[in-house]
């Protein structure tokens, strides 16, 4: 096969394609001097949804992690150690600073709170070598005491 087929022409490509960095100099120059015909308007748009998206992954993300090490501190206790104790903290600072941020968020992390649940049993039940069925179907949890800053799943 011809490798000049994959090659994009150059020419063709935007300055998104060539210099991300220097497009969005670029963008946001053309918005603070209200060039607004001038905005690569396609591509802006393409970067303001992946940030929301992005937003939400780290909610879920952040949130998972949390839960997974509240159920591991809730139901092996003999095995608690400052590592896990260290996670659920950096994890609980992560979501209250994307709340602080964004309130909106938190919204969004109440909304899928039961999901985030249900990936934290299956995780938890991997790393503890429990069985998933000893973690509670529902989860003992909400998103308001796992926020607390001193909260800890042995309170329960």
């Known amino acids: 096969m011809n490798s000049q087929l994959y090659q994009p022409n150059l020419n063709q490509l935007t300055l998104y394609d060539q210099d991300y960095y220097l497009w969005i100099q670029k963008t946001v120059e053309q918005l603070q001097h209200n060039q607004f015909q001038e905005i690569d308007l396609k591509n ?30 809730k139901y092996q206790p003999n095995k608690r150690s400052r590592s896990w104790r260290s996670t659920i903290v950096e994890h609980r600072r992560r979501l209250l600073i994307l ?3 964004s309130p909106s968020l938190r919204g ?12 934290a049993r299956q995780d938890a039940a991997t790393e503890t070598q429990l069985k998933v069925s000893v973690f509670s179907d529902e989860c003992p949890f909400n998103l308001e005491a796992v926020l607390k800053v001193d909260y800890l799943a042995d309170e329960e």
């Open 108 to 119: 969004y992390g109440q909304e899928i709170f039961a999901e985030c649940y249900q990936d």
């Open 99 to 101: 709340f602080k941020d």
């Open 44 to 73: 802006l748009i393409a970067e303001l949804e992946s940030m929301g998206r992005s937003e939400k992954r780290s909610v879920q993300s952040n949130l998972t992690v949390l839960l997974i090490h509240l159920l591991k501190y």
